[in-house]
Every structure is written in C-alpha cells, then in structure tokens.
C-alpha cells in the first residue's frame, strides 16, 4: 500500500498568517493527490483535486501543489474559518489512502 | 439537494455483524462510484471499501477484507456495507461518499466530493 505521511502534525497560527501543509508519498503518485478539510462533528470536504485543481466553492487562498512525491496545501491568509484538521489522499492506487491528519488550530 | 445519510450504526459485540446502509438522493446514483470511509474516535480518516457505478469493481482495505463486504442497489439508490466478524478496532463513524470523476490532461481524477453525516459503530462487550 502507497503511505501518506503528513507534516506537521499540529500547528498554531493566527488570523492573516500563511500556512503550509505538507504532504508526502511512500512512492511516486504523479497528480493523484487530493486534500480535504474536516472541522469537529463533521464529515470532511473535498478541497483540492488533482493536487492543484481547486474544488468548487472553496475560496481561492486556498491552494496546492506538486507532483511525484510531495505536496503542499497553502492557505494565503488564514481566517477563522479555516481553522479545522486538514487530510491529503492518495488515488494513484486503487487502495485508497490518507494522511493521519494535519490539525489547525488558533495561535 | 444532493444527499448521502447513512444509516445501521449501533452497539455489537465483538464478532457480531452489522449493516449499515447509505441512501442516496438529488443525483443520479447509478453513474457514481461508491465508497465507505471510517474514522475510530479521536483518529483520522481512513478508507474501507470502494465500488464501481455497476459493482463490476470493489476493493477493500487490508484491514477489512475477507470480513466487510460492500453492495449497492441502484435500482434504490442505495449502498450497503455487511461487516461480520467484528473487532473492537472496528469501532468508527463510518461515512459513505460519492467518488466523483474529473477528466483534465486526460487523465481521470478522482475525488470524494459529496459526503454522509456518518453513523457510529460501537464493537464492545
């Protein structure tokens, strides 16, 4: 199986800061990557496809990049709402994986 | 307003058998790939079991294969996951989602774009 392995694990940041997430693949799995945003209680959201390709709906500080290995998800300019635990995906393989997660929370 | 609500989700004892069932509505169901997605308390996510629009295609986690079995009925609109031989690790809320395709470079990218509310499953004595 393709390991997702997310760094880091937590982070503090406050309002207006920019962040980046970082994903990386056991193996190479080209652009199939996609990231997706849970908040407490709630099923997770589809964020980012394709490893860049923004879903729609998502607000535009919102970003990714790479290929092969690793990933990154930036958020411009952090706001309130944005604070929630942050998920990368891998569909390269047919068994599907994630990451063990990337929490968010207020500085 | 497309929809996913899962349902079945309760208290078993190890061993036992449970199936939870996954309705969907507001889009066309037959056309979609299917999958189940678990997440222990306090845990992250991890995938279970996907299934093709037609069921020609499924696959399963290591951790569950040979012991869950999915299935949908599109003539229902529903999809189902029977899961016998229950663990306490088996114990999550347990989310269905749809697996939307995008063609870009041609290529197809997939993506789980539309999401249950989730129902719990307990595996204690």
């Known amino acids: 199986d393709i390991q997702m392995t997310q760094s880091p694990s937590s982070l503090s940041a406050s309002v207006g800061d920019r962040v980046t997430i970082t994903c990386r693949a056991s193996?190479?799995?080209?652009?199939?990557l996609n990231w997706y945003q849970q908040k407490p209680g709630k099923a997770p959201q589809l964020l980012i496809y394709?490893?860049?390709s923004l879903q729609s709906g998502v607000p535009s500080r919102i970003s990714g990049s790479g290929s092969g290995t690793d990933f990154t998800l930036t958020i411009s300019s952090l706001q309130p709402e944005d604070f929630a635990t942050y998920y990368c995906?891998?569909?390269?393989?047919?068994?599907?994986?994630f990451g063990q997660g990337t929490k968010l929370e207020i500085k | 307003e497309v929809q996913l609500v899962e349902s079945g989700g309760g208290l078993v004892q190890p061993g036992g058998s449970l199936r939870l069932s996954c309705a969907a509505s507001?889009?066309?169901?037959?056309?979609?790939?299917m999958n189940w997605v678990r997440q222990a308390p306090g845990k992250g996510l991890e995938w279970v079991s996907y299934?093709?629009?037609?069921?020609?295609?499924?696959y399963y986690a290591d951790s569950v294969k040979g012991r869950f079995t999915i299935s949908r009925d599109n003539a229902k609109n529903s999809l189902y996951v029977q899961m016998n031989s229950l663990r306490d690790e088996d114990t999550a809320v347990y989310y269905c989602?749809?697996?939307?395709?995008?063609?870009?470079?041609?290529?197809?990218?997939?993506?789980?774009?539309?999401w249950g509310q989730g129902t719990t499953v307990t595996v204690s004595s």
């Open positions: 989602a749809r697996d939307r395709r995008v063609l870009e470079a041609s290529h197809n990218y997939y993506g789980m774009d539309v």
């Open positions: 507001g889009f066309t169901f037959s056309t979609y790939n």
């Open positions: 299934i093709s629009s037609r069921s020609s295609t499924i």
């Open positions: 193996q190479s799995i080209s652009t199939y």
């Open positions: 394709a490893a860049s």
């Open positions: 995906q891998q569909t390269y393989s047919t068994l599907y994986t």
